[in-house]
């Protein structure tokens, strides 16, 4: 099983960036689906989660309104981030877990993660 992050980059304060998150040697479509982030010294927080349905989404406070979780039929999971602030910098990982739900803390699988910077 593997996860693999993409398209991360630096961006400028206000600028937008598109996750992808890849899946190799599992169903995509039958897992639960997250993207987490961790900023250097820092906890792995939560930043957003899907359901297998796409019918859920659970946000953390500091993304609602400027973040979108997405996923589709191509064994792949999306983050939209818009309005970038600095404090947005870290390395963003998705993760994928069977069922456990959008407020699952716990995840079977990771993806390695993909730096994002945003600075001026």
């Known amino acids: 099983v593997q996860l693999v992050e993409s398209w991360g980059g630096l961006v400028q304060p206000g600028g937008s960036l598109r996750l992808s998150c890849v899946a190799s040697g599992l169903f995509l479509s039958s897992y639960d689906m997250s993207w987490y982030r961790q900023a250097p010294g820092e906890e792995r927080e939560l930043v957003a989660a899907?359901?297998?349905?796409?019918?859920?989404t659970n946000y953390a406070d500091f993304v609602k309104g400027r973040f979108t979780i997405s996923r589709d039929n191509t064994n792949s999971a999306y983050l939209q981030m818009n309005s970038l602030k600095p404090e947005d910098t870290a390395v963003y990982y998705c993760a994928a877990d069977f069922k456990g739900g959008v407020y699952s803390r716990s995840w079977a699988y990771w993806g390695q993660g993909t730096q994002v910077t945003v600075s001026s």
């Open positions: 899907i359901s297998v349905d796409g019918g859920s």
